[in-house]
Every structure is written in structure tokens, then in C-alpha cells.
């Protein structure tokens, strides 16, 4: 019996704890006549559940007006992705224009493995072609992040610098409306390092993740066959947060076929030390107690207590950690909260439920008994 408690716990370690957030921003060249694009999707899903990425900025998604969102590459990738790991993917598209001879609508989107509590976007001043900048509020393990995703103009059409000016203007709203542990920013900028619109990013406190960890690395990310510029990036403005590592990916070919003609880019985030520092004091700002009755039968009750109001996300899980139920996903106030999972038609076994809330993330054990 202890050598099977053991074994449990180490498993609900691995299935729950995560103390990093992996962000890729990727072009994934939409479905460009002559390029095999239903296999080059394949490609790409198969590479993301390598990767396994946790926020997902994509660029250049298209979806055929015939079919909608039956054909919607974003979607596509959610799903296939929630088929996975079995756990829902959040995505957000928004169309910036018609793609290859207006034979498809060409998106900007985000894809998210995590809680998103406020979605929007901003249309951005028109160049080669119509821009915008997409915003989900999202809660990670590490804290609330707000997540932007843009593809920009180069240079020579005369709009990025002011495509750039727009964005960063509306990150500052969102910012200011809606208070986030860090602002991460990606997307394919068609501009390279040093260039007026990424030294505008740099002069707005936003910081290339890839210069900070590779200072001597170029950083290549297209063309994928000959690669010569970086135009790809994911920035970030905090004090909480820091990038660990940063890769240049989806740069592979598989079955003689490249993903796309660009290379993604993902960071690996996790908090800052001077945030560690401060656990204790986070751990106390809310507690989530032991479900009663445990073991259960039909229904259990599930207690747990908030110092402040904010986003509060409660979800069960089996054992191989699949999601079972979301017990809850709305913002509420400070104070003690109750609710009740009900587990008719469940099998007996072990399950786990877990509170997300600002302040951090506790996991319980629970077991379900015929």
C-alpha cells in the first residue's frame, strides 16, 4: 500500500506541477497554392505536440470561406492538440485580409493550453496589407499573463513604425485596465534586429528574449531553406517573470517537406527569483481545503478561501490527467466559495482537482469509491 500511495504521488507530480511557460510565435505560411498545405499542417501539428508549447502566437492561418471554420488551420490545430493531451486549447482568430489571389482569409491568432479570462484585438494602420494586433488575458501557472500576437509590415512599406506605435499603445490599455504578472508580445515583425521598428519595441521596455539569452547568435528564422534574417520574435515587458532558454524550432524537415518558409521561435519563461522569495506569502493569499466526504460516492464538496477578488478557474482530473469536469471558471470575490462535484458515472479511482487563481496554483487528491 505505501509503495502504491508512492507511485501516486509521484505520478500527480508530474501530470500537475509545471514551473515554466513555453511560448512559440510561427508563421506557418497559411495554405500557399503549391505547397502542400493539408500536409504541411500535419507537419506542424506533429512538431506542436513535440513542443508541446504552452501560448501559441500563429501567423498567416487560413481558412477556406467555402468550408469556414471546418477548414480553419487554427482550429484544426486546437482540436488535434486537445485530442492529444487531452485538455482543451483555447484559440482566437481575427481575419486581417483574402491570402493567395483571395482564395482564402488570412488570420493572425493565438492558441492557448491555459485559462483565458478577456480576449480583443486593434486594428493596426493598413500596409502591404491590413494589420492587427490580437490580446487574450491568460492564466498560466506562473501568474496572469497578457499575451499579444501581430504580423507586421518591413520597413519599405513606410507602416510599420507606425503599426509598431499602435501596438504598443494598446498594450499599454490593456495593461493598464487589465493588470497582468508579465506582457509577452509575439509575432513575425518582417523586420530585422537594429531596424527603426524593433529598436521602437526595445525604446517601449520591451525585451527580445532571444539577444538577452544568445547575445552572439543571429538567430535565424527565415527563409527556412536558406535562412538569412531574424523576423520573428517574442518579447516580453516584466519584473516577475525572466526567459530561461530560447529556440529557434519548427525548423526540421519531416517526410522531405519543410513546415513552413519560416522557423518558429519559443522561450521558456519561469519566475524570477525575487518572486520565489515571496512563496510563502503567495501560498497564504488563498487555500483551497480537502473535499468532504473523501472517499465519495455520488457528490463530494470542494472548499477553498480567497484573500482578493480576480479570475478563479476549478477543474478535476483522472488519472492519466485529463480534464473530467471544470467545476469552475469565473471571477469572484474574496471570501470563502463551496461547490460540488458531482461524479455520477465516473469510475472509482483516484482524482485530482485543481484551483487556479492569480496568486497560484494547489492541487488536491481525491477518491471516488462504487
Known amino acids: 500500500m505505501p509503495q502504491c500511495i508512492l507511485v501516486l504521488m509521484i505520478l500527480a507530480s508530474a501530470v500537475f506541477s509545471q514551473s515554466q511557460l513555453k511560448v512559440l510565435s510561427y508563421n506557418i505560411m497559411g495554405m500557399k497554392p503549391g505547397s502542400y498545405p493539408e500536409h504541411r499542417l ?22 477556406d470561406p467555402q468550408t469556414g471554420l471546418l477548414s480553419n488551420q487554427a482550429r484544426l490545430i486546437s482540436d488535434s492538440l486537445s485530442a492529444h493531451f487531452g ?38 494602420p493598413k500596409g502591404a496589407f491590413p494589420r492587427k494586433v490580437l490580446w487574450n488575458q491568460i492564466l498560466t501557472p506562473l501568474g496572469m499573463v497578457n499575451f499579444f500576437n501581430a504580423h507586421l509590415d518591413g520597413e519599405g512599406t513606410g507602416a510599420a513604425g507606425l503599426q509598431v506605435q499602435q501596438l504598443m499603445d494598446y498594450v499599454v490599455d490593456r495593461d493598464a485596465q487589465f493588470p497582468a504578472k508579465a506582457t509577452i508580445i509575439t509575432g513575425d515583425f518582417n523586420n530585422i534586429p537594429g531596424s527603426d521598428p524593433i529598436q521602437q519595441m526595445a525604446a517601449n521596455s520591451c525585451m527580445d528574449t532571444w539577444p538577452l539569452l544568445h547575445p ?46 519560416h522557423c518558429g521561435v519559443m522561450t521558456v519563461f519561469s519566475v524570477d527569483p525575487a518572486e520565489v522569495q515571496t512563496a510563502n506569502k503567495v ?25 482578493q477578488r480576480g479570475p478563479v478557474t476549478l477543474r478535476v482530473y483522472d488519472m492519466t490527467g485529463a480534464e473530467v469536469v471544470t467545476l469552475v471558471h469565473e471571477i469572484q470575490g474574496p471570501g470563502e466559495h463551496t461547490t460540488v462535484f ?10 485530482f482537482y485543481r484551483l487556479i487563481t492569480e496568486s497560484g496554483v494547489l492541487t488536491k487528491k481525491m477518491l471516488a469509491i462504487n
Open 42 to 63: 500535419n507537419i506542424i501539428i506533429h512538431y506542436l505536440k513535440a513542443l508541446d508549447p504552452d501560448i501559441i502566437g500563429l501567423q498567416e492561418i487560413n481558412e
Open 87 to 124: 485538455r482543451v486549447y483555447h484559440y482566437y482568430c481575427q481575419q486581417t485580409h483574402m491570402a493567395w489571389d483571395s482564395q482564402f482569409s488570412e488570420m493572425v491568432g493565438i492558441i492557448s493550453k491555459h485559462p483565458v479570462y478577456q480576449q480583443g484585438y486593434h486594428q493596426l
Open 216 to 261: 552572439l547568435l543571429p538567430g535565424y528564422t527565415v527563409p527556412i531553406d536558406a535562412p538569412n534574417a531574424k523576423i520573428d520574435y517574442v518579447f516580453f515587458k516584466s519584473t516577475k517573470l525572466k526567459p530561461d532558454s530560447a529556440r529557434v524550432v519548427m525548423n526540421e524537415r519531416f517526410r522531405g517537406t519543410w513546415p513552413s518558409d
Open 283 to 307: 501560498v497564504e493569499s488563498f487555500h483551497l481545503a480537502q473535499n468532504h466526504p473523501n472517499p465519495f460516492n455520488a457528490r463530494t464538496r470542494i472548499n477553498y478561501h480567497l484573500m
Open 342 to 351: 458531482e461524479a455520477t458515472g465516473c469510475a472509482a479511482g483516484l482524482y
